[in-house]
């Protein structure tokens, strides 16, 4: 798959994030020499080609006072994973929740949810009302959490040379 272009500036205009701007893809357009809704066309076009898989927000919740970060791991029936996936993750402080292959006999986990809170003891709470939820579906689970912030960033492509 060929990128234009275009597309490729649109794309290295915003791989570090969207402006933040009150109209940041007319601000993209006025970097890359196109209007906005040739940006919004070609960024749409992008993402039904699957270059890009989604436009979202990435909050930094260690500046939002939430320090305390436990990813969720369940061991819950297969037959259910998606509908009480689907439960979970629809929950106000779960941030994303998703399913994962299990890798027997190490690590039984199939459903993962990312809890955050301001103490260790706010996310205890918050996961004792996933277990609640998941009620007998659940055989197992535990918390694993964040030590340290790990900087995530997607693919990002190099300066082009023409």
């Avoid at 570090?16 to 919004?40: C, K, Q």
């Avoid at 890009?52 to 990435?58: Q, S």
């Avoid at 990312?114 to 205890?124: D, L, P, Q, W």
């Avoid at 277990?131 to 197992?140: K, Q």
Wanted: charged fraction near 25%; hydrophobic fraction near 40%.
């Amino acid at each position: 798959m060929r990128l234009d272009p275009q597309d490729r500036d649109i794309i290295q205009a915003t791989q570090a994030g969207l402006p933040m701007t009150e109209r940041p893809y007319r601000d993209i357009a006025a970097t890359v020499g196109l209007s906005e809704p040739d940006v919004i066309a070609r960024m749409q076009a992008l993402q039904a080609r699957g270059v890009i898989r989604r436009v979202a927000l990435a909050p930094n919740h260690y500046r939002l006072g939430m320090t305390a970060n436990g990813m969720t791991v369940w061991d819950v029936e297969d037959t259910r994973v998606a509908e009480l996936g689907a439960l979970v993750g629809a929950l106000d402080f779960v941030s994303h929740c998703y399913e994962r292959p299990r890798a027997l006999p190490v690590w039984p986990y199939n459903l993962f949810a990312m809890v955050h809170g301001s103490s260790r003891a706010e996310v205890e709470n918050k996961r004792a009302r996933i277990v609640t939820l998941l009620g007998d579906a659940c055989r197992a689970s535990d918390t694993l959490y964040s030590k340290r912030i790990l900087k995530k960033t997607g693919l990002r492509l190099s300066d082009r040379k023409d």
